[in-house]
């Protein structure tokens, strides 16, 4: 033998010694068998993990190891090892020699002669009964979470639709008594006082949901051509009682070339009555709000500018963050959601909104920023608020008592005529013996859902049809559209913002037709 022989059986000897010291200490059970099940080697590993020591088991069948409700499974995989088929890693379960089943990893591999014929095959077996059990625990844990997660989801419905609706009739009855020629200054302006205060409640829950469905992306925009000046205007008129009251002069000057937004319409509303009703709280009485806008390249610059109780520099940016408040609007009272709520709606739209102030005392800006679009080229309708009501026959749903009384009168002084229901029932023999333009209908009845009726009435004539509810979250938005509803309002239901939302619904059908 030349001295390169030795040398190559040497390096041999030693890479084997290597081979077989890395499968001895390997924590790994490795066991290797003839194509007929018989086990022939078997290492620390798998005596560690099955219990057997070598001498128990050499010689013995591999099955041995296998559960008797698993014995075809191994019978499978040799005779796929005798075909030279390759087997994908798998896991599978391995009996111990004190009887207990431990889940493993299984690897196996073909162990080939020297002329390159399948005599055997080697088994890798790796302990995963632990990660199972984690496995099985964090599936546990999140299932527990999501039906901890609907049941919050459930219980801020149902507590939203409770809270509002005990508000929907007293702010009905409040608006009505307001409009009484008669009523003294001083006690109307007393109702003025509680109104606001009613509305006030009504916005906390608002923010609420509105938080709530924005940190789980569940905030679902419809988008469409939206003219932001009018928008603004819209805004502005909303809360004119507001502005009237603390005396508060306001300067318009929309100069925006371009002031067409792709928005979601509501949401976009939001947005602005939010900023201007925030304007209007930190304003003093007397004082004074500008609403600006530019153009901006391709987008379009809208400006709350106001000269009240401003604020701190190094607090312009934390309060956008939820329940963050400056020192000097804690006294204000609410939760410090809104403008939260803003910068999760502008960014929704793809824009930007930030605020200014040269400290306390010295005003703030709020600045937006929102991409433009080509003014719509399709014939305009003319505005819902130009055109009579006088003719429009409603249909009112209603189960409360009080909501349905107070909102036939409101309704009834804006020119309606007006029919009412209280229950499914009522509402289908209703729409059988008379024909209405408009279907106004509460979701939740004593006999059934108000979807039914929409979906009923809609069989037999052209109704368009608004949803009235407490239930305000996005999905009950979607499923009242979903059932032939044309708008969805939740309560409280201010009369103007149903007077606009109707006009607007039925000036949609006369443009469709």
Known sequence: MTNADKNSSLLRASVQARLSSIVE?????????????????????????????????????VNLLIPVDRQEEEAKILERQRGGEHVEPFESVRRKKDGEEIHVSVAVSPIRAGDGIIVGTSTIARDISRQNRLEAELRKAKAAAEDASKAKNLFISILSHELRTPLQPALAILSSLEGEASLPSEVRDQLQ??????????GLVDDLLDLTRASRGQVTLHFESVDAHEAIKQTLESVQRDVRAKNIQVALSLR???????????????????LISNAIKFTPAGGAIALRTSDSGNKMRIQIVDDGEGIAPDLCHAIFRAFEQSPESRKHGGLGLGLSIVKSLVTMHEGTVTADSAGPGKGSTFTVELLTVDNPTSAKVKSSRSRAVKG????????????????TRLLKAKGYSVSTAATVSEALQAGASEKFDLLLCDLGLPDGNGSDIIRYLKKTS?????????????????????AGFDAHITKPIKIQVLHETILKTMVSKA???
């Open 25 to 61: 200490f390997s924590q790994d059970a490795i066991i290797s068998q003839n194509l007929e099940g018989t086990i022939q080697t078997w290492n620390r590993g798998a005596e560690r993990l099955l219990g057997y020591s070598a001498e128990e088991v050499v010689g013995r069948p």
């Open 511 to 513: 443009a469709r037709a």
């Open 462 to 482: 052209d109704l368009r049809a608004i949803a009235l509810t407490g239930f305000g979250q996005e999905e009950d938005v979607a499923s009242a559209l979903e």
């Open 392 to 407: 429009y026959r409603l249909l009112l749903v209603e189960d409360d008592t009080d909501t349905r009384e107070a909102l």
């Open 193 to 202: 006082t509680v109104r606001r205060n009613i509305e006030t409640e009504a």
């Open 256 to 274: 925006a070339k371009r002031h067409y937004i792709w928005a979601d319409p509501r949401r976009i509303q939001q947005v602005f009555f939010n």
